[in-house]
């Protein structure tokens, strides 16, 4: 029963292989076997979205998916969202802009669903906006700065994209 | 927590799963995971084996055949709610599905999943109730097909034998002039409904409503049609007397009485929410 599984997939564009037990899930195993702490685990049981990462382009809840059903999969996780050089995602200067975090712990979680939302609908409002974050628990700020910064960031990105 | 530990099984094809299926008693099949997966990590459920059902690509997939719309089970709801032919055929589907979760649980949740978890409160249960769509069910000893109202045999828990799975669910839209409302009540946007209520009605020529349907979900042990209701509305014009009547039937079903709501106040959500579902759909009248 205890009996460990390969698991090869890529991560922020990078391959990675590793082994697991078949009862692991993804978010443990990027934090564990792979060392990529900015994933957050929460609940544990899909309700909190702190363990939220882009599975083939999809936000999904990484304590609700085996790290083996992400064997051959492309994982993207916040360490993935700044440029090589240090520069900052648009969704992490609007963060830091709009004061949209104070301990942290939701956001990798919130910033990795935003980028799927910014990428369908970034012209989503107010109303919109909240919907999308309704997957997402923080308990510090009162979600305010957190729905402000999404819409500077959606307003910055889709500007570039008109320009 | 964690899960407690389990043999992991991937099969590639339909008949190698319901082979695994059929040599293992126990085993749990894994579609979206949605709700096997906290069930699993909060070790509710400790199987020896899981059989994991997301490399069969031939599950997943939305297919009009004959005037039908067949749905594989594998098919997630991120993929339903962007779907044309869901949009066009099936649109109190799409509407359901937008209280369904949020978007990370949509991008993994599938339609089978649902169906087979049963929650009492679930959206897509309801819908297939509304519809009285026709679940595929398939075995080492054979398909069949099982009607919607057969389908759930007590409380979370679908009529399939231990070794069947789910592969579709059918859907027979309705055509002519219909209408559509889709209501429900959560205490947080996301959560399982306290209660959910769905209408469809079909409109003859004279105007008069010839055909309706009406599912309540969240109120009883699975999702609940309204006949006294439908035949209220069968024939009327539809006008706000013949639905304030017909949303009266709501409140005399028996309701759950759990930790989330008592039964009276369930039974006062029936009427209200039924009530809405039916000015919802003549507000805004689908093709």
Redesign the interface.
């Given at each position: 029963?205890?009996?460990t599984?390969a698991v090869a997939l890529r991560v922020n564009g990078r391959t990675f292989q590793g082994r697991c037990?078949?009862?692991t899930?993804l978010a443990?195993f990027l934090r564990h076997e792979l060392g990529l702490t900015g994933t957050h685990v929460g609940c544990?049981?899909?309700v909190c979205?702190a363990c939220?990462v882009l599975v083939d382009g999809?936000?999904?809840?990484g304590?609700?998916?085996?790290a083996?059903?992400a064997d051959g999969a492309e994982v993207r996780t916040v360490e993935g969202l700044a440029a090589a050089d240090g520069t900052l995602h648009p969704l992490q200067a609007a963060f830091v802009e709009a004061h949209a975090l104070q301990c942290g712990f939701c956001t990798p979680g919130i910033l990795m669903?935003l980028v799927?939302?910014l990428n369908d609908t970034p012209d989503a409002d107010e109303a919109e906006m909240r919907?999308?974050l309704?997957?997402n628990l923080c308990r510090c700020t009162g979600y305010q700065n957190i729905v402000k910064a999404a819409l500077t960031a959606a307003k910055a990105v889709s500007g570039v994209r008109g320009a | 927590?964690?899960?407690?530990?389990?043999?992991?099984h991937?099969p590639r094809s339909v008949a190698d799963a319901v082979g695994l299926l059929a040599e293992r008693p126990g085993a749990r099949l894994?579609s979206g995971?949605?709700s096997l997966?906290?069930m699993?990590?909060?070790r509710y459920v400790m199987p020896?084996d899981?059989i994991?059902l997301?490399r069969i690509d031939t599950l997943a997939g939305i297919a009009e055949e004959g005037g039908r719309v067949r749905i594989g089970g594998m098919t997630r709801q991120?993929d339903l709610e962007r779907s044309p032919v869901v949009a066009r055929h099936l649109p109190v589907m799409r509407e359901a599905l937008r209280w369904v979760?949020?978007?990370?649980?949509r991008?993994?949740g599938t339609i089978g999943g649902s169906l087979c978890h049963l929650d009492p409160a679930a959206e897509l249960p309801a819908i297939a109730m509304l519809y009285d769509a026709e679940v595929s069910a398939i075995s080492v000893r054979g398909e069949r097909s099982i009607a919607m109202a057969e389908f759930p045999a007590f409380y979370m828990t679908p009529a399939l034998e231990p070794d069947e799975a789910l592969t579709a669910v059918t859907f027979t839209p309705w055509t002519g002039r219909t209408a559509f409302g889709f209501v429900e009540f959560s205490r947080?946007?996301?959560d399982f409904a306290v209660v959910s209520a769905a209408c469809l009605l079909g409109y003859g020529p004279d105007g008069r409503i010839d055909r309706a349907a009406l599912v309540l979900g969240g109120v009883g042990a699975a999702p609940l049609r309204l006949p006294d209701a439908e035949a209220r509305l069968t024939g009327s014009r539809g006008t706000s007397e013949d639905f304030t009547e017909a949303a009266a039937f709501a409140e005399r079903i028996e309701a759950m009485d759990d930790a989330h709501a008592g039964a009276d106040y369930r039974r006062h959500l029936a009427r209200v929410l039924t009530g809405r579902a039916l000015a919802q759909a003549v507000a805004r009248p689908a093709a």
């Open positions: 029963m205890d009996d599984i037990e078949p009862r899930h443990d544990e049981h899909g979205g939220t999809r936000a999904v809840r304590c609700l998916m085996l083996a059903q669903t799927e939302v919907e999308a309704s997957g | 927590m964690k899960p407690a530990p389990f043999r992991y991937a894994l995971g949605q997966m906290p699993l990590n909060l020896d899981v994991d997301n991120r979760g949020h978007i990370q649980t991008n993994r947080r946007h996301g």
